[in-house]
Nanobody, 126 residues
C-alpha cells in the first residue's frame, strides 16, 4: 500500500507563489499517474493537474490553473510537486495528491485514484 504525504501549504497573499510536495512511501515502478486535486470550502473535490508516467511524462491541467500551475516529479526522491504561481483567492482549498495505477476511470474524477494523501491547506488572502 502506498502512503502519500503532502506538505507546503500555508497562508499567502494573492499574486504570490507556493510549491506543494507529495512524498510517496515507496518507489513506484511501471505505468502509473499522480495527480493533485483540491477541495475548497463548501465545494466538491476538483481536479487540478495530473502527470502520467508511461515511459515519459505527460501533464494535464484544469483550465482554471493552466499557465499558473506546474506539476512535476522527482523519481529519485519519490516526490511529486505542484508549483503554484500568481495565486488567487479562489485557489484557497485543501490540496490532495493521489495515485492512479490502473488508468481505468476518468482522470479528472477522484474515483479514478486508488491512494490519497491527507491534504495540505492553502489559503490565499486578497
Amino acid at each position: 500500500q502506498v502512503q502519500l504525504v503532502e506538505s507546503g501549504g500555508r497562508l499567502v497573499q494573492a499574486g504570490g507563489s507556493l510549491r506543494l510536495s507529495c512524498a510517496a512511501s515507496e518507489r513506484t515502478f511501471g505505468r502509473y499517474a499522480m495527480a493533485w486535486f483540491r477541495q475548497g470550502p463548501g465545494k466538491e473535490r476538483e481536479f487540478v493537474a495530473r502527470i502520467n508516467w508511461t515511459g515519459g511524462d505527460s501533464t494535464y491541467y484544469a483550465e482554471s490553473v493552466k499557465g499558473r500551475f506546474t506539476i512535476s516529479r522527482d523519481t529519485a526522491k519519490n516526490t511529486m510537486y505542484l508549483q503554484m504561481n500568481t495565486l488567487k483567492p479562489e485557489d484557497t482549498a485543501v490540496y490532495y495528491c493521489a495515485v492512479d495505477f490502473h488508468f481505468l476511470g476518468d482522470p479528472k474524477l477522484a474515483g479514478a485514484y486508488e491512494y490519497w494523501g491527507q491534504g495540505t491547506q492553502v489559503t490565499v488572502s486578497s
